[in-house]
């Protein structure tokens, strides 16, 4: 077999290459919900997302700390993890918008502490805040899964700064 590595770089001097690179790894697309300062609903569009544990049932997630609803997300007691299926590249796109009100014409029900349930999805991970950890420019934020749906939906993929699927 021929060896194909290319040159190692510093991720410093090379941000660019470095944000290339991180963008090899192929994500599903979420929209991560929650209930906010002054009971505001808010949700951004996260690929963050993974798995952590089983028993307990915790996931993750990590928040840029420059997002407007950083701080509501802080506060939140509880967010609900909206995997996308294949066919809601418009939602991931509207919820990557920043701004106050993504709720406006939407369709959503409540679910625990009132977090904003979109109706259309793969999966849904229902959570309470476990913990919040220093990430650097992001915190990550560990969700322990109170209930979920899974709705086995073909899914929305990011791959390289684009949308896919398979
Ligand atoms: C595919 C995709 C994945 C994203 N993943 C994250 C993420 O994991 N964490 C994050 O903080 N922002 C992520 N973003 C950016 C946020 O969705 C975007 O900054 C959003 O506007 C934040 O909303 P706000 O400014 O209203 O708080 C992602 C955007 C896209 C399109």
Redesign the pocket.
Known sequence: MTDSNAMAESPTNNTGNFRNALGSFA?G??V?TAIGRNGVK????????NSVSLDPALVL????R?????D?FMQAKAFAIHVLAADQQAV??H??????E?FADLHYTSGIDGVPILSHYSACFQCSTESQYDGGD?VILVGKVIEFVNNELEPLL?YHGK?ATL
Do not use: Q
């Not at 420059?66 to 950083?70: D, I, M, N, P, T």
């Open positions: 994500t697309v979420t991560v808010v949700g951004m569009t996260a690929n963050s997302f997630w990590s928040i840029d420059k997002s407007s609803c950083f509501d991931s796109n919820f990557a918008r920043s701004g106050s993504k992001h990011f949308y």
